[in-house]
């Protein structure tokens, strides 16, 4: 893979559409119970964490603790979504369940497999975006259209994930190669990016490695945008995750498209 | 190119990393006739398929099918041909006829044609009373004729079918045989791989035997029986300490033979008489029969086991 092969486009047809149709088809068998999955966790999170232990703190520099945290939430929720569904989930068609050999034996090229796979795992992402909102929604945490306003960057977020998932899921041997990229790497990433603390807390080292984050910036971006509305930062973390997103979706595509055409 | 060429391969060659897996093959298959590939375990049979059907890139040398190279025109050609792979690569995600109709979407058939098409291919399947059945529920048998029905749902000119038989119980594959002599009656083009010699022999317009990535021999299964083998075959069974007396005996009467341990098949040729074979051989265990495909594929490709 050439350098500027990072920054190129891929070129796309329709077929990315049907591939996005066919994990919405299933989807739509068992939504209400895999929806009822992907927003528990986070509620149960919002209760623990959120309002449990945010009770304990007083001030967080002129918000409350759950006012802090809500959209650290809404970002590991679209992040842990997306990259389980885009290893996990796409390992498994990619290995075991040999779809993506099976669509391949139709027009449908691997460019569009590809990105209609990793369309599908942001739209998986962003409906639990969507969950945890609603809910939020009943416990009165929202009281801004400026929710509006986050969505597109947690979509965003959901479809960086997507990418990276995709790329662990070309480099994985088996089920357990995952372990490593959630513990070494999406674990710490919800712990120390700002989420639950702000990023003052982290020795001046460490801090900067959480800035390496995508989480870091996708975390900031919505806490800004919730409770000042959109600033030139939330622009700066935004071209960051773009260029992030960017980069990932061409090693995906470059990485898969190798695996499937041999 | 004249018209009625369905495939023609011209020096093509496969190497995965180092390891040459097709070495410059030529071949004509024409529309309308069931053409066998025919080898051992990794003969190179089934990656031949592969490249024909635009899944497996070709390292070099010429492909081109229904007049359209494999190198450019690949999507043109997946939508003109229909695949039946040898994991059958059902979607456990779906239904029998989901899976279907999401096949059906990905060669961009419309939704009403593609529900018509699949009642049609389920009823001419017998799959019909399944259609709402998860497709981890189905027996081999009916994973194989769903695979069938995926692979026909574009109404392809031309229909690839790896090993289409393997691991299936005799019923399961009389009626699949039975199928593909409907299919040949439509003019349908069949190319197939398969290890089970007599239904080649039986099915197969032109059979060719692929060993070590090269074609070995190439024609009608009766004329290869005939040039290779002759018109009937002496088989006998012996122990070491006779075989090489009477292997010298055959040998002064101009029998051609082949040795598998203690059995020996003797070759009969046409200007030859089988029952002299039994005058000369004092065995007990000895008959004469038709030749087979077996025979040839024994002969050019030896017996040695092959491990993949």
């Not at chain 2, 025109?73 to 229909?82: D, F, T, V, W």
């Not at chain 2, 981890?136 to 695979?147: D, P, Q, V, W």
């Not at chain 2, 000369?280 to 000895?286: N, Y």
Request: proline share 4%; hydrophobic share 45%.
């Amino acid at each position: 893979m050439k350098f500027k092969d990072y920054f190129s486009r891929p070129k796309v047809n329709s077929g990315a559409f049907q591939v996005w149709s066919r994990n919405f088809l299933y989807f739509k068998k068992t939504w209400l119970v895999s929806l009822f999955w992907i927003v528990l966790e986070p509620v149960i999170y919002l209760g623990a964490i959120g309002f449990g232990l945010g009770a304990f703190v007083n001030n967080m520099g002129g918000m409350s603790y759950i006012e802090f945290f809500f959209p650290a939430l809404l970002s590991t929720t679209a992040m842990m979504v997306a990259f389980f569904e885009g290893t996990y989930g796409n390992y498994t068609k990619l290995t075991h369940q040999k779809t993506y050999a099976t669509i391949m034996l139709t027009r449908v090229g691997p460019e569009e497999i590809v990105a209609g796979e990793l369309l599908w795992a942001a739209s998986k992402g962003f409906f639990g975006v969507l969950g945890v909102t609603v809910v939020a929604l009943f416990f009165g945490l929202i009281d801004s259209y400026r929710i509006i306003l986050a969505l597109p960057i947690l979509f965003l977020l959901s479809a960086l994930f997507s990418c990276i998932g995709m790329i662990f899921t070309s480099f994985a041997r088996n089920y357990d190669s995952f372990i490593y990229s959630t513990s070494g790497l999406i674990v710490p990433m919800s712990l120390l990016s700002g989420t639950y603390f702000p990023l003052e807390q982290l020795p001046v080292g460490l801090r900067y490695i959480a800035y390496l984050s995508p989480l870091t910036h996708a975390v900031s971006a919505v806490r800004e945008i919730l409770h000042k509305g959109p600033t030139l930062w939330v622009l700066i973390h935004v071209l960051i995750l773009l260029l992030a997103t960017w980069v990932c979706m061409n090693i995906s595509f470059f990485r898969i498209r190798k695996k499937l055409l041999k | 190119m004249s018209t009625n060429v369905a495939i023609e391969i011209k020096d093509l060659t496969k190497k995965y990393d180092d390891k040459v897996a097709v070495d410059g093959i030529s071949l004509e298959i024409y529309k309308g006739e069931c053409f066998g590939l025919l080898g051992p375990n990794g003969a190179g049979k089934s990656t031949t398929m592969k490249m024909m059907y635009c899944s497996a890139l070709v390292t070099s040398g010429e492909l081109y099918v229904l007049g359209l190279n494999v190198k450019k025109n690949y999507r043109e050609i997946k939508s003109r041909i229909g695949v039946v792979p040898q994991e059958d690569g059902l979607d456990p995600d779906f239904t029998v006829l989901e899976n279907l109709l999401v096949y059906a979407s990905f060669h961009k058939i419309p939704k009403s044609e593609a529900e018509l098409r699949a009642q049609a291919l389920l009823r001419l399947m017998k799959l019909e009373e399944y259609q709402d059945r998860s497709v981890e529920t189905l027996s081999g048998g009916m994973k194989r004729r769903l695979a069938i029905a995926r692979g026909l749902i574009n109404s392809p000119e031309v229909i690839f079918l790896d090993e289409p038989t393997t691991g299936l119980d005799p019923q399961a594959r009389i009626w699949i045989w039975d199928f593909f002599k409907h299919l040949k009656s439509e003019k349908s083009t069949l190319i197939l791989t398969t290890h089970y010699m007599e239904e080649a022999e039986q099915m197969c317009d032109r059979v060719a035997i692929i060993d070590n990535g090269r074609i070995l021999t190439v024609g009608k299964p009766r004329d290869l029986i005939r040039d290779l083998i002759g018109k009937e075959v002496v088989e006998f069974d012996t122990n070491p300490v006779d075989l090489n007396y009477y292997l010298g005996r055959l040998r002064a009467e101009g029998f051609a033979y082949q040795v598998i341990k203690d059995t020996v098949s003797v070759l009969v040729k046409e200007n030859q008489e089988g029952r002299r074979v039994v005058d000369l051989i004092a065995s007990d265990k000895i008959y004469i029969r038709k030749p087979t495909l077996n025979d040839v594929f024994l002969k050019l490709a030896g017996h040695q086991l092959r491990d993949e």
